[in-house]
């Protein structure tokens, strides 16, 4: 494992073993129907639960990106995550909020509104071309994402000549425009289920290990996806074993933040790898 650092809110997270991101869902559809949050009380469970079991990081959004997800406007977007946002850090103050939103508009107004630390933005900054600009300007971390179209174009989107050099060139051109403009602390998301058919998404995850010479910390981002499911013959709801299983793929490839709805599970699957690497020590 390379060892990377990330600063968040002015903190060094060490990257030199994997850390996890917990999801809350603000929107009313999400895909998986147990992770969408309608209440106050729901969203601080849900968050004393991420943080309870080994989460470092509580990764909010309120605007789904299932396929064929419909859009809201950025106001809607806005006032869904300044509720959540608030009700979070009243109750836990101290908490790394990543605010998942590919809006710039959106990303100044939480970061100067509640300081969150960091944007993933599923887009790559493709959908809204002030989003790099307006990061570099705040100084906050970034999640770049790969991904072709919208949420609703995009898995009409998957003909690619080769699926895996392919993304690792949009990262890399992406990354490159990132850093003229002075942003360092970025990580890659290869976009697991954007813009890929089901035999891509495995072989993105299979050659996983190729995107470590953009030498950034990689995010992998595959809880209870179609990817799992299709595998499986199952919904999201009954995905949590096959998330597991390519979770510890992941971690195996190189991934130093496994995003999921489940982290008591993934933190157990970052100390079983843990464990697992320590046997190549002398």
Not at 125 to 153: K, Q, S, W
Request: charged share 20%; aromatic share 8%; hydrophobic share 45%.
């Amino acid at each position: 494992m390379i060892k990377y650092h990330l600063k968040l809110n002015n903190k060094l997270i060490d990257l030199s073993t994997p850390i996890v991101m917990g999801i809350v869902n603000l929107t009313p559809d999400s895909f998986f129907k147990g992770s969408r949050l309608t209440s106050e009380s729901a969203v601080l469970k849900c968050v004393e639960k991420i943080l309870e079991n080994g989460g470092t990081i509580v990764d909010v959004g309120a605007y789904s990106t299932r396929p064929g997800a419909g859009m809201i406007s950025s106001e809607v977007e806005i006032e869904r995550l300044s509720e959540g946002v608030e009700t979070i850090l009243r109750k836990f103050p101290d908490t790394i909020i990543s605010v998942d939103t590919f809006r710039a508009n959106v990303a100044r107004y939480m970061v100067d509104n509640f300081g969150v630390a960091m944007i993933n933005d599923v887009s790559g900054g493709t959908l809204d071309n002030l989003m790099f600009e307006t990061i570099a300007d705040l100084n906050v971390a970034y999640v770049l994402m790969h991904t072709r179209g919208n949420p609703a174009t995009m898995q009409q989107l998957t003909d690619y000549e080769n699926v895996v050099s392919e993304v690792l060139h949009f990262l890399e051109k992406r990354l490159a425009q990132l850093y003229i403009l002075g942003v360092i602390d970025v990580l890659v998301d290869p976009g697991f289920g954007f813009a890929k058919t089901l035999e891509q998404n495995y072989r993105i995850l299979k050659k996983l290990s190729y995107f470590q010479e953009l030498n950034v910390p990689i995010l992998a981002g595959v809880s209870r996806k179609s990817m799992i499911c299709k595998i499986l013959d199952t919904d999201a709801e009954n995905a949590l074993n096959g998330t597991t299983a390519v979770n510890m793929l992941a971690l195996m490839g190189g991934a130093s933040v496994l995003r999921v709805h489940d982290v008591k599970e993934a933190v157990e699957t970052i100390k079983i790898f843990n464990q697992f690497n320590q046997q190549d020590l002398p």
